[in-house]
């Protein structure tokens, strides 16, 4: 299985981004996808993930502002990020879990937040 992340980039406080992932190879039908996010210093962290019937889950962070979707029939998965904040700056990671077996990863995309 691959992951192909993109969608990162530099913005200002208060902007919006939208990361996408699209998988690819032998993929379980059952699974988890969802975004991490690693900020220097800090240890990686559940952003968002979104399960393949469709039930979500946040980070309190993401609440509110923060928005997963999948495209099943494509395998991809969207990160519709709004009111980014400085804090939010991070190298963020597609995952995709199944429900057996090892996770995998994708290269990370990078966001910058400034101020």
């Known amino acids: 299985v691959q992951l192909q992340a993109s969608g990162g980039g530099l913005v200002q406080a208060g902007g919006s981004l939208r990361l996408s992932c699209a998988a690819s190879g032998s993929i379980f039908r059952i699974n988890t996808m969802g975004w991490y996010r690693q900020a220097p210093g800090k240890q990686r962290e559940l952003v968002a993930g979104i399960t393949s019937g469709g039930s979500t889950t946040y980070a309190d962070s993401a609440k509110g502002r923060f928005t997963i979707s999948r495209d099943y029939a494509k395998n991809t998965v969207d990160l519709q990020m709004n009111s980014l904040r400085p804090d939010d700056t991070a190298v963020y990671y597609c995952?995709?879990?199944?429900?057996?077996?090892?996770?995998?990863w994708g290269q990370g995309t990078l966001v910058t937040v400034s101020s």
């Open positions: 995952n995709l879990q199944p429900v057996i077996g090892s996770g995998y």
